[in-house]
Structures are given as structure tokens and as C-alpha cells.
């Protein structure tokens, strides 16, 4: 309790992750008013549950050390690791882990469905930022392949829920770290090139071979033809309801008989940002916009301020996985990019999401009352580990 207070009093000095837990909650308010405007109202009240968990879980997050934090990053990654594989298991039933859409990706614990992705993603940043805090061999093209071999871990378990949004999501982090950690930005090109080819590879099969011989599932080589070709019915319905919001919205009431007689799929979940912008307009739209750029930014100032390689390089990690995760969902909604069921942070319906999401905030609040200003910052490449947290 005494250590509980103390972090308590430190934080209480002025820093930038406040701006984060401010902004963080204002996303929040605002997803849990758009929620009862979907076809799913009653998801509104369970959000505000949430809500309230996941801030009063966020506190435990302040208590740990980042040193003890670090220590246990890869054994904390290794239990996530555990929960995905369990998903996978033949024979569990639906009770325990339920199917939807397809997937097997909840754990039902009687209380909450809880995603083991969600919590993947976090446990992914701390274990890769241990892993990176001190090294210099991620500066060569072969040294790229221990962080790469990290993260393919979780998106081959996670893709074989099957999940595509939630595996993609984890290549941004890994891209961000590894740029801030100082990794040659000509051997992250090639590697990017790499990808590009493959994915392009794909698409040729996709219209060349017969459905035996495909690497993807159905479903999402229809969204990569859809994509290309004519958008699917839920992307184009997305954008008459951002396009018919106009400047200023329609308001709550009318907004609300829009969406119900306009039945939009996922609209509680994928397609949020298309209630969001039908009901407030464009100003909606960019309010929201704005405030994922605060929220995100003020981790990364936050990332600025600290001298220990570990927590600097979570909060990289952190600001780049939802930085990216907001911007892929709103172009899905946009038509900009193909639909891969990819949630906007902290405003999508979804207990797991909001929580880690928060788990996240206290995470950087914890790293915040650590920061120590300086003019400038050592190079990750020392061998002085002994130097780490004094």
C-alpha cells in the first residue's frame, strides 16, 4: 500500500501520460455514446462496465517496477502463448471457447469473453523490447531474424483461429521498435519488399489457381477480389452512411433511425467510425481523428522522456500498434483499405479490447513517473547494462 501511494504521489506530477489517460477516456466516452446508437444499444451499458474495470485495473499496472516488469515480459509472453494455443485444442466445446464468425479466439471465464490476442499484443511489446534493450545485432539483416521469429509465434497461432486483423496488427509494433531501436532502414526495405512480393504472389494465385491450391482461406480471398474489384455490400453501405453524415452529422435521434433501418454488419464493431461520423459528420470524424493523434502522440512523448532503452522502446511500441490499428480501421471504413476485421481502439464494442487498451495507459503512467530529463539520450548500443534503472 505504501509503494501503491507512493507511485500514487508521483504521478500526481505533471506529465504527458496524463494527456494519454485523458484523451484514452475521451475515446472512450465517446464509443460507449455511439453504441447506443447501433443495432446493438444494449452494448453500450456492458461498455461502461467495462470501462470501470478497465480503469480500476489499470492502478495494478502502476505498482511494478519496469525493471520487474522486464524481468517477467517473457514469461507473461509465454502464458498468452499458452492461451492461444489452448483456443486450438480439438475437442474443447463451445462453452469454453465459443465460435463466432468462425473463429475460436474467446476463452468464456463465466464473467467476460476474454481474447488471449488482445492480451498477446501487449505481452508481444514488453518480451520484444526486453529482447532488444541492449543489442546491436538487429543492425545486420540476419540479426532481424530473432525479433522476427518473436513475433511469427503469435500471428501463426492467431491465424489459425482464424483472426487476419488481430495477427496483422502486430507488424506495425515490431516495424516501430525496431526503427527506434536503430535497425538499418535499407534491411527493414528489403523485408518490406519481401512481404509486398508475397502478398502480390498471393493475389496472382488468387485468379490463376484452383481452390486446392490456395494459401488463403475463402473468405479472405473474397475480400482481396472484392477489394479489387467491385467493394463488398458492408464497405459500400459504410460509405454512404460517412458520406450522408455531412459536415455536422444528423444528430442522435435521426442518426439512430439510420442505422436501424440501414442494417450495417459490425456496425458496434468494424464499421464504428461510419456511426460515428453519420451521427456528428466530418467534425465528428476529425474530433476523433485529433484525439487518436493526441492519444498516441503523448505516449510517444512520454517514450521521449525516458533514458532506459526498455520502457522507451514499449511506449514505441505501444503508440505505433494503435496508431496503426485506428488508421487501418477507419480506411476499411473509408473503402481504403480491404475489410480484416480490425476494431477501432477503445471505441469498438469489446471488453478484452478496452481493457488491454487501458492495461497499455497504466503501463506508460507507470513509465512516466520513472522519466528523467535529459539533453540527450544514450544509443542503444552500450554494453553497460549494469547502468539500466538506477
Not at 492502478?59 to 507473461?76: D, N, V
Not at 454488419?265 to 485529433?290: C, H, K, Q, S, Y
Not at 480501421?329 to 478496452?354: A, H, R
Request: charged share 10%; net charge positive; glycine share 8%.
Amino acid at each position: 500500500m505504501k509503494s501503491f501511494f507512493k507511485v500514487l504521489s508521483a504521478l500526481l506530477t505533471p506529465n504527458f501520460s496524463w494527456v494519454t489517460l485523458l484523451s484514452g477516456v475521451a475515446l472512450a466516452v465517446i464509443g460507449i455514446n455511439v453504441l447506443t446508437g447501433t443495432t446493438e444499444p444494449a452494448a453500450a451499458a456492458k461498455q461502461t462496465k467495462w470501462l470501470m474495470i478497465s480503469l480500476g485495473m489499470m492502478a495494478f499496472t502502476w505498482l511494478p517496477h519496469p525493471k520487474t516488469i522486464g524481468y517477467t515480459s517473457f514469461i507473461l509472453f509465454l502464458v498468452t502463448l499458452a492461451l492461444l494455443v489452448f483456443l486450438l485444442i480439438p475437442g474443447i466445446p463451445n462453452s469454453i471457447v465459443p465460435v463466432r464468425n468462425n473463429a475460436r479466439s474467446w476463452i468464456n471465464l463465466g464473467f467476460m469473453n476474454m481474447q488471449p490476442s488482445e492480451l498477446t499484443k501487449i505481452t508481444f511489446i514488453l518480451a520484444l523490447a526486453w529482447y532488444l534493450r541492449h543489442r546491436d545485432n538487429y543492425r545486420t539483416l540476419a540479426g532481424l531474424l530473432p525479433p522476427f521469429f518473436i513475433m511469427f509465434i503469435p500471428v501463426i497461432l492467431i491465424l489459425k483461429e482464424p483472426d487476419l486483423g488481430s495477427a496483422v496488427m502486430f507488424v506495425p509494433a515490431l516495424f516501430f521498435m525496431l526503427i527506434a531501436a536503430g535497425a538499418k532502414l535499407n534491411h527493414l526495405f528489403t523485408l518490406v519488399g519481401i512481404g509486398l512480393l508475397g502478398i502480390a504472389l498471393n493475389i496472382v494465385m488468387i485468379y490463376t489457381l484452383p481452390n486446392d491450391m490456395q494459401i488463403l482461406k475463402k473468405y479472405q480471398r473474397e475480400r482481396i477480389t472484392q477489394f479489387v474489384g467491385t467493394k463488398p455490400e458492408q464497405q459500400q453501405m459504410a460509405m454512404r452512411l460517412v458520406g450522408s453524415g455531412g459536415l455536422w452529422g444528423y444528430g442522435e435521434d435521426r442518426s439512430k433511425l439510420i442505422m436501424r433501418y440501414n442494417f450495417l454488419p459490425e456496425n458496434e464493431n468494424d464499421m464504428v467510425f461510419a456511426v460515428v461520423v453519420n451521427r456528428w459528420g466530418l467534425i465528428g470524424g476529425l474530433t476523433v481523428i485529433g484525439l487518436y493523434t493526441v492519444f498516441t502522440g503523448s505516449i510517444l512523448l512520454v517514450g521521449a522522456r525516458l533514458k532506459e532503452p526498455f520502457p522507451r522502446l514499449v511506449c514505441v511500441g505501444f503508440a505505433g500498434l494503435l496508431f496503426c490499428q485506428g488508421a487501418m480501421n477507419i480506411s476499411m471504413t473509408l473503402g481504403l483499405l480491404p475489410i480484416t476485421g480490425i476494431t477501432l481502439p477503445l471505441i469498438s464494442y469489446g471488453g478484452s479490447s478496452l481493457l488491454s487498451t487501458f492495461l497499455m495507459v497504466g503501463l506508460v503512467m507507470n513509465f512516466a513517473t520513472r522519466s528523467r530529463s535529459i539533453l540527450v539520450r544514450p544509443s542503444f548500443e552500450y554494453d553497460n547494462a549494469d547502468a539500466i534503472f538506477q
